[in-house]
């Protein structure tokens, strides 16, 4: 799953269900174990006496479970419909009230299997090999602060690559790590990462993966 693929489906779903009205958002991948999907925005006020707008529409796509990509899809236009009846400022009942439940089933008599909420529980996360490895980029930018990601192998020598014309990255290094814990993470094909403290950057860097909270 990845931003990309989002914003294709997005640009689909827009086009057939929504005309086209929605602008589009940004999109995050995440490994939240509560909620599949998460629609947010906020209001910001236009000026004195100008009243508010709506801004920073963000939908978010977690990865934490293994589902088929027509769960994914569903998911997404759950969110879809949040959008929806917020960008045009319409008042529903409730978060998932009659509107919202209106659009649902117009949605699902199309073959889609939008649900008002669901448990995470009864799905299955991502598993992985007993000798699975995975390869890890540790940046320390120039401005200090440490990073840390996990990167798809077939990336290496293009991060590699962009991390010489950085003007942000001050050293980088590579491990090979068999910790689950970083099942659930994304493989990053760009940089990007996850920030860690100096003590434990350097702790990975001479004695291995300590225990953070990854």
């Given at each position: 799953m990845t931003a990309q693929q989002l914003r294709t489906w997005f640009e689909e779903f827009n086009s057939k269900y929504f005309g086209g009205?929605?602008?589009?958002?940004?999109?995050?991948?995440?490994?939240?174990?509560?909620?599949?999907?998460?629609f947010s925005c906020r209001r910001v006020r236009k000026g004195l006496f100008k009243g508010y707008e709506t801004v920073g529409y963000t939908i978010k796509i977690s990865e934490?479970?293994?589902?088929?990509?027509?769960d994914y899809q569903s998911t997404l236009l759950h969110e879809m419909i949040h959008y929806y009846i917020m960008y045009k400022g319409k008042r529903d009942t409730s978060p998932h009230g009659k509107l919202f439940r209106a659009w649902m089933e117009h949605l699902n008599r199309q073959g889609w299997n939008i649900m008002v909420s669901s448990n995470p529980k009864n799905l299955k996360t991502f598993q992985t090999k007993e000798d699975e490895q995975f390869l890890l980029l540790l940046i320390k930018l120039?401005?200090?602060?440490?990073?840390?990601?996990?990167?798809?192998?077939n990336y290496r020598k293009y991060l590699e690559r962009q991390i010489a014309v950085s003007r942000y990255v001050a050293e980088f290094h590579w491990m090979v790590s068999?910790?689950?814990?970083?099942?659930?993470?994304?493989?990053?094909?760009?940089?990007?990462?996850?920030?860690?403290?100096?003590?434990?950057?350097?702790?990975?860097?001479?004695?291995?993966?300590?225990d953070i909270n990854v």
């Open positions: 009205e929605l602008p589009e958002p940004r999109f995050v991948v995440n490994h939240a174990k509560r909620m599949l999907g998460q934490f479970y293994e589902m088929e990509e027509r120039k401005d200090d602060r440490r990073m840390l990601t996990v990167v798809n192998p068999k910790d689950k814990r970083f099942t659930v993470w994304s493989k990053a094909r760009s940089l990007r990462g996850k920030r860690i403290t100096a003590a434990e950057y350097d702790q990975m860097i001479t004695s291995g993966l300590p």
